[in-house]
Nanobody
Framework: QVQFVESGGGLVQPGGTLRLSCAAS????????MGWYRQAPGKQRELVAS???????HYVDSVKGRFTISRDNAKNTVALHVNNLKTEDTAVYYC?????????WGQGTPVTVSS
């Protein structure tokens, strides 16, 4: 089973920036489409961004222009650069496979946007 370890979250003021990182334990990372998901308090987990092995990206409308997904296949990592954060971005952020997530999720990394 692929395992994911997320990091980089924290408390930030509105308009702030964070860089989230995810390390995946798999030897075939370069062949996998990856996604960043988030779950806000009281809400279902949702996809926010994804990237194919070839680098094609997709973003949900609410984060377009503010979030950027990237990957380093040599290091088996995927990152999410989050800029101009808004209070509604507060959530626990997870990485996983896309479009079909692995049933096992990492612990995620919490992002809290508050003044």
């Amino acid at each position: 089973q692929v395992q994911f370890v997320e990091s980089g979250g924290g408390l930030v003021q509105p308009g702030g920036t964070l860089r989230l990182s995810c390390a995946a334990s798999t030897t075939i990372f370069g062949f996998l489409s990856m996604g960043w998901y988030r779950q806000a308090p009281g809400k279902q987990r949702e996809l926010v961004a994804s990237m194919t092995p070839s680098g094609r990206t997709h973003y949900v409308d609410s984060v377009k222009g503010r979030f950027t997904i990237s990957r380093d296949n040599a290091k088996n990592t995927v990152a999410l650069h989050v800029n101009n954060l808004k209070t509604e971005d507060t959530a626990v952020y997870y990485c996983n496979l896309h479009p079909t997530p692995n049933e096992y999720w990492g612990q995620g990394t919490p992002v809290t946007v508050s003044s």
